[in-house]
Every structure is written in structure tokens, then in C-alpha cells.
């Protein structure tokens, strides 16, 4: 005799809670285990709200339309002095209903002298501020991806960055 399961949902919308930490979640965070923590850095993207004086919807359907975090990678691969071997990225919210990125760039090398440099990052990211850190340790690499597996998003306290807002929520 098979035995059933029951889930709450099954819409496999990446905005979807229960969905997404069933389904999304996992494979991100198994690709990026998959990354070297060593040659990894992590570059927030924000959004200068002056820019976009219509607010966060605006942004939101321009960047997409656009592709501007593809778009933001591939200036990126083909200016950098370093070779990027990998990459991915995480869109979150901020409570105003504005967008941010969270992008791992894998590179051949390692360590801080392997930084991309402000400067560059700026260069191919007009809309906001740029932020690039990198993981110090193995145990800081996985705190920082396994929380991620397990809440769907990066920074402890800040549920609201996984919820779709109210302006994109078709039902």
C-alpha cells in the first residue's frame, strides 16, 4: 500500500513560501555549496530610491525587463582583471517594498586580495549602492548559506525580505 502525502501547497511559484523552501531553497543552496567558500564574493546590490521616484514597482519591472542583474554579471565577466568561474544571485525586499540582490561571485582566486574592488562593481551598477564581502571560514560560509536553506533568506530577523509584496501578488 502507497502512502500519501499532503502538502499544503504545490503552485512551485519561487514566491511561495511553502513551495519555495521545499523546492527553491535547496537547489540554490546546494549549487552554492558547491562553490569554493575560499574564492567566493558576496556582493549586495541596492537600489537608490531617488532614481525611482514612482517607488519599487518601477524598479522592480525595469531591472527585470531589462535583465539588469544578468546584464550586471556579464559587464562584470567581461571587464573584471579576475576570472569569474560561477556565480549566483538572490533577490530580496526590503521592508519599503524596494528590491536588493544578493550575488556569490566564484573567482580563480582567493582571498581578500581577490576582491573585485568598489570601483568596478560601481561601474556596471548604476541604481544603488554596492557592498562585497567574502567568507573568512569555512564555519562562517556555512552559517551564512545554511540559514539560508533553512529560512529562505539571508539575514536573521528580517522575515519580510522572502514576501512578495503586496503590489506583485497576483492572488
Same mark, same amino acid.
Not at 502512502?3 to 540554490?28: D, G
Not at 551598477?125 to 529562505?152: C, D, I, L, P
Given at each position: 500500500?502507497?502512502?500519501?502525502?499532503?502538502r499544503?501547497?504545490s503552485?512551485?511559484?519561487?514566491?511561495c513560501?511553502t @513551495? $519555495?523552501?521545499?523546492? /527553491?531553497? #535547496? &537547489?540554490?543552496? =546546494?549549487?552554492?555549496?558547491?562553490?569554493?567558500? %575560499?574564492?567566493?564574493?558576496?556582493?549586495?546590490?541596492?537600489?537608490?530610491?531617488?532614481?525611482?521616484?514612482?517607488?519599487?514597482e518601477? @524598479? $522592480?519591472?525595469?531591472i /527585470?525587463? #531589462? &535583465?539588469?542583474? =544578468?546584464?550586471?554579471?556579464?559587464n562584470?565577466? %567581461?571587464?573584471?582583471?579576475?576570472?569569474?568561474?560561477?556565480?549566483?544571485?538572490?533577490?530580496?525586499?526590503?521592508?519599503?517594498g524596494?528590491?536588493?540582490?544578493?550575488?556569490?561571485?566564484?573567482?580563480?582566486?582567493?582571498?581578500k586580495a581577490?576582491?573585485?574592488?568598489?570601483?568596478?562593481?560601481?561601474?556596471?551598477?548604476?541604481?544603488?549602492?554596492?557592498?562585497?564581502s567574502?567568507?573568512?571560514?569555512?564555519?562562517?560560509?556555512?552559517?551564512?548559506?545554511?540559514?539560508?536553506?533553512?529560512?529562505?533568506?539571508?539575514?536573521?530577523?528580517?522575515?519580510?525580505?522572502a514576501?512578495?509584496?503586496?503590489?506583485?501578488r497576483v492572488c
Amino acid at each position: 500500500m502507497q502512502k500519501a502525502v499532503l502538502r499544503k501547497c504545490s503552485c512551485n511559484s519561487s514566491w511561495c513560501p511553502t @513551495c $519555495y523552501k521545499r523546492q /527553491r531553497t #535547496k &537547489k540554490l543552496t =546546494a549549487r552554492i555549496q558547491q562553490m569554493s567558500y %575560499r574564492r567566493v564574493r558576496f556582493v549586495t546590490l541596492t537600489i537608490d530610491r531617488n532614481l525611482y521616484p514612482d517607488g519599487p514597482e518601477s @524598479c $522592480y519591472r525595469e531591472i /527585470r525587463e #531589462k &535583465k539588469g542583474i =544578468a546584464q550586471f554579471i556579464h559587464n562584470l565577466k %567581461r571587464t573584471s582583471a579576475h576570472n569569474i568561474t560561477d556565480y549566483a544571485w538572490f533577490m530580496e525586499w526590503h521592508r519599503d517594498g524596494f528590491p536588493h540582490w544578493h550575488v556569490f561571485v566564484e573567482l580563480e582566486e582567493s582571498g581578500k586580495a581577490a576582491m573585485l574592488g568598489n570601483r568596478d562593481l560601481l561601474r556596471h551598477w548604476k541604481r544603488g549602492a554596492v557592498y562585497e564581502s567574502y567568507f573568512t571560514t569555512a564555519a562562517h560560509w556555512y552559517n551564512a548559506t545554511g540559514y539560508f536553506q533553512k529560512h529562505g533568506y539571508w539575514e536573521k530577523g528580517k522575515k519580510h525580505q522572502a514576501i512578495l509584496p503586496d503590489w506583485e501578488r497576483v492572488c
